[in-house]
Antibody, heavy 121, light 109 residues
Framework: DVQLVESGGGLVQPGGSLRLSCAASGFTFSNSAMSWVRQAPGKGLEWVSA????????YYADSVKGRFTVSRANSKNTLYLQMNSLRAEDTAVYYC??????????????WGQGTLVTVSS | EIVLTQSPGTLSLSPGERATLSCRASQSVTSTYLAWYQQKPGQAPRLLIYGASSRATGIPDRFSGSGSGTDFTLTISRLEPEDFAVYYCQQYGRSPLWTFGQGTKVEIK
């Protein structure tokens, strides 16, 4: 079974940094693009970033471009999100998700349980 | 950027009733690129439908998706107690890569 486990969330001051990790198992990690999706308290889902299977292509939402960096270590089956210059509006639960990009229809078919990031002084 | 607008915001129904949720796109969407997710309180989203009408693995057949162009629908034929949740539509694009609707909450009447 696919398992995605996020870690690294916590309380950070505005302007600070945090690195999230997502440990993956149950599938061939290097073959899968991965995404980060966040959800502010009581709000809807917002896609944040994605990375291709071998890390050659990265994508970002405008709201985090220039502040967040997505990366992966395929040897460790781990996805990362480095978050710098954090703002109060970045407060959210951050989910990692496995992208499936095939002819049947792109989708995020597996999700982790999420890790909470709180940006506050 | 394509904007997805879901309606209604909240749907109040009783178990056994039929639920019809709408997702309207600001521009035409390739049907293959439209998906639906279910999210229960305190849980991660779960994929229900992809390619506008294909059920994900393990999803009961009371869930069905339809639509094309700018109008898509998620139908739950007979609501079970575990179906009361928030539902999101999503489309795959270029920039941003993934776009979500704002969600429809299906609550018990």
């Amino acid at each position: 079974d696919v398992q995605l486990v996020e870690s690294g969330g916590g309380l950070v001051q505005p302007g600070g940094s945090l690195r999230l990790s997502c440990a993956a198992s149950g599938f061939t990690f290097s073959n899968s693009a991965m995404s980060w999706v966040r959800q502010a308290p009581g709000k809807g889902l917002e896609w944040v970033s994605a990375i291709s299977g071998f890390g050659g292509a990265t994508y970002y939402a405008d709201s985090v471009k220039g502040r967040f960096t997505v990366s992966r270590a395929n040897s460790k089956n781990t996805l990362y999100l480095q978050m710098n210059s954090l703002r109060a509006e970045d407060t959210a639960v951050y989910y990692c998700a496995k992208d499936v990009l095939d002819s049947s229809g792109p989708r995020l078919d597996s999700w982790g349980q999420g890790t909470l990031v709180t940006v506050s002084s | 950027e394509i904007v997805l607008t879901q309606s209604p915001g909240t749907l109040s129904l009783s178990p056994g009733e039929r639920a019809t949720l709408s997702c309207r796109a600001s521009q035409s969407v390739t049907s293959t690129y439209l998906a639906w997710y279910q999210q229960k309180p305190g849980q991660a989203p779960r994929l229900l439908i992809y390619g506008a009408s294909s059920r994900a693995t393990g999803i009961p057949d009371r869930f069905s998706g339809s639509g094309s162009g700018t109008d898509f629908t998620l139908t739950i034929s007979r609501l079970e107690p575990e179906d009361f949740a928030v539902y999101y539509c999503q489309q795959y694009g270029r920039s941003p890569l993934w776009t979500f609707g704002q969600g429809t909450k299906v609550e018990i009447k």
